[in-house]
């Protein structure tokens, strides 16, 4: 069964991911950078509700003309950071943002673009539990399988 939307999320949101993610799970936020008031934001794929133990930290930075910083925190220690130059988001305007589960890697669009692919460092079965915080107003967070 599909799970349902959040719809207009407001940011800190920690939400369940029913049944944990699976291939072929897509997940998509829409919504739109804040103009001001912080430097970054970040979507979280992680094992409940402490930050222990994040499968996929993706993380826009709004510093050094952009860049984002994607990671994984195994038992509280994070590994080697992969950085993207390309940075596609602007502040105050509006996003898209998909995440594609797929057996070896999540493949990252944004605004229907590839952007990105980050290789599954750790088993993403137990993940149950997305986190996004930041400088971002949420539209809706979608869950399609």
């Not at 910083?69 to 038992?75: A, D, S």
């Not at 995440?99 to 692919?117: A, D, I, L, Q, R």
Request: glycine fraction near 10%; charge should be positive; proline fraction near 6%.
């Amino acid at each position: 069964m599909a799970q349902a939307s959040y719809t207009n999320p407001v940011v800190s949101i920690t939400g369940i991911i029913q049944g944990g993610l699976q291939v072929g799970h897509k997940i998509t936020i829409t919504g739109t950078v804040r103009p001001s008031g912080g430097n970054r934001f970040a979507v979280n794929f992680q094992t409940g509700y402490n930050d222990n133990d994040i499968a996929f930290h993706f993380n826009p930075r709004f510093e050094e003309g952009g860049y984002v910083v994607c990671n994984t925190k195994q038992k509280g220690s994070w590994g080697p950071e992969e950085r993207m130059i390309q940075f596609p988001f602007q502040r105050g305007s509006s996003f898209e943002l998909c995440f594609h589960v797929k057996s070896s890697e999540f493949k990252v669009t944004v605004n229907g673009k590839p952007f990105m692919e980050y290789a599954h460092r750790v088993p993403f079965n137990p993940v149950d539990t997305i986190c996004i915080t930041g400088i971002v107003k949420l539209s809706s967070i979608k869950f399609q399988i």
